[in-house]
């Protein structure tokens, strides 16, 4: 029996959590969700004020503690760690931040990711990272078995759309329109646009290649 193995097809953020769309390699696509809390750091040192203004603002909606934080300049220094209860929440905080001009941009740390892109570090996950689900007690998890390093990776089939322009005999720079489309799909349906339609092109491409449902 084959093993069961997922890619990672995209990651996103909405007002809660993260949705993580993942493809088998037998061509099975699911969603999963997580609830996530993102974070950035502010330079203790520089941004009281920007701290007082978060507390006021955001109230029990953000944790806010001091710790160490390693920096490529000045080795650790100690900053604020700010962690939001939501995704929703962190944008609408890292954007109050900017907005205020209280502290400088350079004081702060990670507010250049989403947080989408922070939970995919946080896992040194990334895009057509290869797992493979691990039951635990009544819970499926995904463990990991994949290297961002590695250079003989597979992607698994996605939806296949072979689209052929008939040309034969002519210098494809020299044509000025759109060619007669022979158009093949996955399932096995061919379709032929030979009337430069391009609107219907379009409509053509965006149903046989959508993904998610």
């Known amino acids: 029996m084959k093993k069961i193995k997922y890619q990672i097809l995209d990651v996103y953020s909405d007002s809660f959590g993260i949705h993580i769309w993942l493809i088998s390699n037998d061509g099975k696509r699911i969603r999963e969700f997580r609830r996530y809390r993102p974070y950035f750091y502010i330079k203790a040192s520089t941004g009281n004020r920007a701290v007082s203004l978060l507390k006021n603002r955001f109230k029990n909606k953000l944790y806010i503690?001091?710790?160490?934080?390693?920096?490529?300049?000045?080795?650790?220094?100690?900053?604020?760690?700010?962690?939001?209860?939501?995704?929703?929440?962190?944008?609408?905080?890292?954007?109050?931040?900017?907005?205020?001009?209280?502290?400088?941009?350079?004081?702060?740390?990670?507010?250049?990711?989403?947080?989408?892109?922070?939970?995919?570090?946080?896992?040194?996950?990334?895009?057509?990272?290869?797992?493979?689900?691990?039951?635990?007690?009544?819970?499926?998890?995904?463990?990991?078995?994949?290297?961002?390093?590695?250079?003989?990776?597979?992607?698994?089939?996605?939806?296949?759309?072979k689209i052929k322009p008939e040309i034969e005999g002519l210098n494809p720079k020299h044509i000025k329109y759109l060619p007669p489309l022979s158009i093949q799909s996955e399932d096995g349906e061919e379709l032929v646009i030979d009337d430069g339609n391009t609107e219907y092109l379009s409509y053509i491409l965006k149903k046989k290649t959508q993904i998610y449902s």
């Open 65 to 161: 503690e001091k710790t160490f934080k390693k920096d490529l300049l000045e080795d650790y220094i100690e900053v604020y760690k700010v962690t939001a209860n939501t995704p929703i929440t962190y944008l609408k905080a890292v954007s109050l931040i900017r907005k205020s001009n209280i502290v400088e941009e350079t004081d702060f740390y990670n507010i250049q990711l989403s947080p989408a892109q922070l939970f995919m570090y946080e896992r040194k996950i990334f895009p057509f990272c290869t797992v493979e689900p691990v039951k635990i007690g009544k819970r499926l998890k995904y463990k990991k078995i994949d290297s961002i390093e590695r250079t003989d990776y597979e992607i698994f089939d996605l939806r296949i759309l």
